[in-house]
């Protein structure tokens, strides 16, 4: 890992074995194959069973419902790892773990989390988060998809947009405002009548990840798929926290792997006559990449302690994510220029990477979103609405 | 049964290793389990799949424990470290393990079957002198029915069969299986599983019989050789050769 302040050091042991292992398993499994998946524009069904098996999806489960309850650096790690590999692979974990296993966890019923959380810790089960709406991502608060109580079921009417895993997901955690106007979540199977999730296609970023709309046309679902626990925006707004700190971790991951690939780059290409890392232009590039990253990361350790501590807040998370993902993105560009004409064809990582992150700047609360968020927490002044 | 893996800790494939002051300094290197010591505890895990009655021994510095950690992580039972960073020559590790050998009585011992640091094979085959036991050396392949093992193992221009009985020494070599990863439950696991240490007094060891002079770094120069390509066919044969018999390779 490149590590030049030593925070690995910090680590405890179980958290730098669990780092190892996630490193080798996306070197030998991930890496050699990714780029001819994100050409095919397809991520096969068995990496997510290969993860499950591994335990590291939704790690931060405790045991008793299929996790193994590690701390939330380790979670870290191993999405830094995971889009050191792809955003795309970081993206599938992250939503299987932070939004569905976590709002099955935090808002579910005993009986839901006994069900579903097992299954989809071991990969056997794939599952999707259905907030977004086409309208705008930014506004979830405005969302038409609403759920009407018909006796004791509930039928769900409405469509989502640029949801992950939808197409594949065997279940959708659906969020909807009920009768009260009040955003409930729900565990909806997809093979539920009524439920349709057709693929987004012609994506030029997170090529390895599938991605879809829901589109749920009277979907009626029974009182028992209501997350007892949901209610209010606050509900779908804490799952975001949980994803969002685990890109903070994953946008370092990808910005490795464009810086690494740059350094030997650039140490073996030679324009007159001498490696072009020996220029100075190259190296102010190579170095605001190795800063950057080392800030980041920085961060992304605090952030960790203070998740674990229990002190962390959702406005740090922004911070986090907003410089994260942009100087990884800014990174990725500068990785892109450094390699000329091999900076745009898939045969280098980089230009993959360039435009996956493209796409993690904007998911998950944009750059200008999380922007306003810090603002407000900064001055107590609301520039959002 | 019962089964003894012989872990070490060595610097990763990837390491870059330095020399200071004469000999090789292995500050801020990455150190790992030793891959041939790794499809030894790999196999004992397809013997007992369970863990249960499986025992990682290792012999070596503080920094052993994270070998010891990835072997209990990838399923052994428990584990014995004999702390010492004192350099130990392969006869004085013998002695040493072969008390612990005659302590925990197993069936059958696993070692690697060369150290990717020193490039040592003869670990095995000292501790089968100790013991006054059989060994498989190089093994590619492993049945065991009842007290018998059949294995298949390397020689010089092939392969050899053998049937033995237990108890026994067996040193590794690649192709004996594909290491598990340690999965994340098991690492969670292991943070609760026994690793009982030792001194070297603990088995009337004050140190090895030989010392370490100096170590320097071999600097790999390039062979240069060219191959006459008139032949196409037998420019290809003789690439194989090359690459199979010198650079071994393939």
């Given at each position: 890992m490149f590590d030049y302040f030593k925070?690995?050091?910090?680590?405890k042991p179980e958290e730098r074995d669990i780092h190892t292992m996630v490193r080798e398993f996306v070197d030998a499994e991930i890496i050699p194959q990714v780029g001819d998946w994100w050409d095919e524009g397809t991520l096969p069904r068995n990496l997510t069973t290969k993860m499950g098996e591994l335990g590291i999806l939704g790690p931060t489960t405790p045991e008793e419902y299929g996790g193994s309850g590690v701390s939330s650096t380790a979670y870290g790690l191993i999405c830094y790892e995971l889009e050191r590999g792809d955003s795309g692979i970081r993206s599938t974990a992250s939503v299987q773990g932070s939004l569905v296993m976590y709002p099955i966890y935090a808002y579910g019923s005993e009986e839901q989390k006994k069900k579903y959380l097992p299954e989809l810790a071991a990969g056997r089960m794939v599952g999707c988060f259905g907030l977004t709406e086409s309208d705008g991502g930014s506004d979830p608060g405005a969302m038409r998809t609403r759920a009407t109580k018909d006796g004791t079921d509930y039928v769900l009417n409405g469509s989502k947009m640029w949801i992950t895993n939808s197409p594949i997901a065997d279940i959708a955690v659906v969020w909807a405002k009920d009768d009260d106007g009040i955003i409930r979540g729900f565990i909806v199977p997809t093979d539920t009548r009524g439920f349709s999730a057709p693929k987004i296609k012609n994506k030029m970023s997170l090529r390895a990840s599938v991605t879809g709309e829901i589109v749920l046309e009277d979907v009626r679902v029974p009182a028992?798929?209501?997350?007892?626990g949901s209610k209010g925006l606050k509900s779908p707004l804490g799952c975001l926290t949980q994803a969002r700190y685990g890109i903070a971790w994953g946008a370092l991951g990808a910005l490795e792997s464009v810086l690494s690939t740059t350094l030997e780059y650039t140490k073996s290409r030679t324009t007159f006559g001498k490696p072009?890392?020996?220029r100075q232009l190259v190296q102010h590039k190579l170095v605001t990449m190795a800063t950057q990253h080392s800030l980041g990361l920085m961060m992304a350790y605090h952030l960790g302690q203070n998740k674990d501590a229990g002190t962390m807040n959702y406005a740090q998370v922004s911070m986090a994510k907003r410089n994260n993902v942009r100087v990884a993105l800014e990174g990725a560009r500068m990785a892109r220029e450094l390699h000329g004409g091999n900076g745009i064809t898939t045969e280098y990582p980089i230009i993959r990477h360039m435009l996956n992150l493209e796409t993690v700047d904007t998911y998950e609360g944009t750059h200008d979103i999380h922007t306003l968020i810090v603002g407000r927490d900064l001055t107590g002044l609301n520039a959002l609405e | 049964m019962k089964i003894l893996c012989l872990i070490r800790q060595v610097p990763d494939a990837e390491a870059r290793v330095k020399a200071k002051n004469g000999l090789v300094d292995l500050e801020g290197a990455t150190l790992a389990l030793d891959g041939m010591d790794e499809y030894g505890v790999e196999q004992a895990l397809r013997i007992n799949t369970d863990g249960a009655n499986t025992v990682a021994v290792a012999l070596g510095g503080a920094r052993f424990e994270d070998a010891i950690r990835r072997a209990l992580a990838m399923g052994l039972e428990r584990a014995i470290h004999v702390e010492s960073s004192e350099h130990l020559d392969v006869v004085t590790q013998a002695k040493i393990l072969a008390k612990i050998v005659q302590e925990e009585q197993p069936d059958l011992v696993f070692c690697g079957g060369q150290h990717a640091d020193s490039d040592s094979q003869a670990l095995g085959a000292a501790l089968a002198e100790a013991l006054n036991w059989n060994q498989i050396t190089w093994t590619t392949a492993l049945e065991i029915e009842n007290s018998s093992v059949k294995a298949t193992h390397d020689v010089d221009d092939g392969k050899e069969q053998l049937e033995l009985e237990l108890p026994l020494v067996i040193t590794t070599q690649q192709g004996l299986n594909e290491p598990r990863y340690p999965t994340l439950p098991n690492i969670m696991k292991a943070k609760k599983k026994e690793i009982r240490k030792a001194s070297l007094a603990d088995y009337g060891v004050a140190g090895g019989k030989v010392r370490v002079v100096k170590q320097e770094i071999q600097d790999k120069q390039r062979l240069n050789k060219l191959i006459d390509g008139k032949d196409p066919t037998a420019a290809a044969e003789e690439l194989i050769k090359l690459l199979h018999v010198e650079a071994k390779v393939i």
């Amino acid at each position: 890992m490149f590590d030049y302040f030593k925070i690995l050091e910090n680590l405890k042991p179980e958290e730098r074995d669990i780092h190892t292992m996630v490193r080798e398993f996306v070197d030998a499994e991930i890496i050699p194959q990714v780029g001819d998946w994100w050409d095919e524009g397809t991520l096969p069904r068995n990496l997510t069973t290969k993860m499950g098996e591994l335990g590291i999806l939704g790690p931060t489960t405790p045991e008793e419902y299929g996790g193994s309850g590690v701390s939330s650096t380790a979670y870290g790690l191993i999405c830094y790892e995971l889009e050191r590999g792809d955003s795309g692979i970081r993206s599938t974990a992250s939503v299987q773990g932070s939004l569905v296993m976590y709002p099955i966890y935090a808002y579910g019923s005993e009986e839901q989390k006994k069900k579903y959380l097992p299954e989809l810790a071991a990969g056997r089960m794939v599952g999707c988060f259905g907030l977004t709406e086409s309208d705008g991502g930014s506004d979830p608060g405005a969302m038409r998809t609403r759920a009407t109580k018909d006796g004791t079921d509930y039928v769900l009417n409405g469509s989502k947009m640029w949801i992950t895993n939808s197409p594949i997901a065997d279940i959708a955690v659906v969020w909807a405002k009920d009768d009260d106007g009040i955003i409930r979540g729900f565990i909806v199977p997809t093979d539920t009548r009524g439920f349709s999730a057709p693929k987004i296609k012609n994506k030029m970023s997170l090529r390895a990840s599938v991605t879809g709309e829901i589109v749920l046309e009277d979907v009626r679902v029974p009182a028992s798929s209501l997350l007892p626990g949901s209610k209010g925006l606050k509900s779908p707004l804490g799952c975001l926290t949980q994803a969002r700190y685990g890109i903070a971790w994953g946008a370092l991951g990808a910005l490795e792997s464009v810086l690494s690939t740059t350094l030997e780059y650039t140490k073996s290409r030679t324009t007159f006559g001498k490696p072009i890392a020996g220029r100075q232009l190259v190296q102010h590039k190579l170095v605001t990449m190795a800063t950057q990253h080392s800030l980041g990361l920085m961060m992304a350790y605090h952030l960790g302690q203070n998740k674990d501590a229990g002190t962390m807040n959702y406005a740090q998370v922004s911070m986090a994510k907003r410089n994260n993902v942009r100087v990884a993105l800014e990174g990725a560009r500068m990785a892109r220029e450094l390699h000329g004409g091999n900076g745009i064809t898939t045969e280098y990582p980089i230009i993959r990477h360039m435009l996956n992150l493209e796409t993690v700047d904007t998911y998950e609360g944009t750059h200008d979103i999380h922007t306003l968020i810090v603002g407000r927490d900064l001055t107590g002044l609301n520039a959002l609405e | 049964m019962k089964i003894l893996c012989l872990i070490r800790q060595v610097p990763d494939a990837e390491a870059r290793v330095k020399a200071k002051n004469g000999l090789v300094d292995l500050e801020g290197a990455t150190l790992a389990l030793d891959g041939m010591d790794e499809y030894g505890v790999e196999q004992a895990l397809r013997i007992n799949t369970d863990g249960a009655n499986t025992v990682a021994v290792a012999l070596g510095g503080a920094r052993f424990e994270d070998a010891i950690r990835r072997a209990l992580a990838m399923g052994l039972e428990r584990a014995i470290h004999v702390e010492s960073s004192e350099h130990l020559d392969v006869v004085t590790q013998a002695k040493i393990l072969a008390k612990i050998v005659q302590e925990e009585q197993p069936d059958l011992v696993f070692c690697g079957g060369q150290h990717a640091d020193s490039d040592s094979q003869a670990l095995g085959a000292a501790l089968a002198e100790a013991l006054n036991w059989n060994q498989i050396t190089w093994t590619t392949a492993l049945e065991i029915e009842n007290s018998s093992v059949k294995a298949t193992h390397d020689v010089d221009d092939g392969k050899e069969q053998l049937e033995l009985e237990l108890p026994l020494v067996i040193t590794t070599q690649q192709g004996l299986n594909e290491p598990r990863y340690p999965t994340l439950p098991n690492i969670m696991k292991a943070k609760k599983k026994e690793i009982r240490k030792a001194s070297l007094a603990d088995y009337g060891v004050a140190g090895g019989k030989v010392r370490v002079v100096k170590q320097e770094i071999q600097d790999k120069q390039r062979l240069n050789k060219l191959i006459d390509g008139k032949d196409p066919t037998a420019a290809a044969e003789e690439l194989i050769k090359l690459l199979h018999v010198e650079a071994k390779v393939i």
